[in-house]
């Protein structure tokens, strides 16, 4: 069992920036890919980015491509989402999730354990 917990959400304007962390406790956390996910209200939720289980691959959604960065600290059980140039559209409540395998094309179902989400909210 992993436990995670979200954390740095808030409110920005457009073209602000943000860290989300996530700390995960109760597993071998090096053993679990990692990835962030968001769900606006009315919406599905949909893959952000997700990191393998050393940070030496990611892989991100086309609509953060080059204003995010996903990344990873075993020896804290922690994996951070950086967010620069943020977009209204971005607004969403942000979930950290661990999977037990990498996937080519990343989706909720193939995520175990799950955060209870950190809101961002991005002002235009």
């Known amino acids: 069992q992993v436990q995670l917990v979200e954390s740095g959400g808030g409110l920005v304007q457009a073209g602000g920036s943000l860290k989300l962390s996530c700390a995960a406790s109760g597993g071998a956390f090096s053993n679990y890919v990692m990835g962030w996910f968001r769900q606006a209200p009315g919406k599905e939720r949909e893959f952000v980015a997700t990191i393998v289980y050393n940070g030496a691959m990611t892989r991100y959604a086309d609509s953060v491509k080059g204003r995010f960065t996903i990344s990873r600290e075993n020896a804290k059980k922690a994996v951070y989402l950086e967010m620069n140039n943020l977009k209204p559209e971005d607004t969403a409540l942000y979930y950290c999730?661990?999977?037990?395998?990498?996937?080519?094309?990343?989706?909720?179902?193939?995520?175990?354990?799950w955060g209870q989400g950190t809101q961002v909210t991005v002002s235009s």
């Open positions: 999730a661990a999977a037990t395998r990498w996937m080519a094309e990343p989706q909720p179902v193939h995520y175990t354990y």
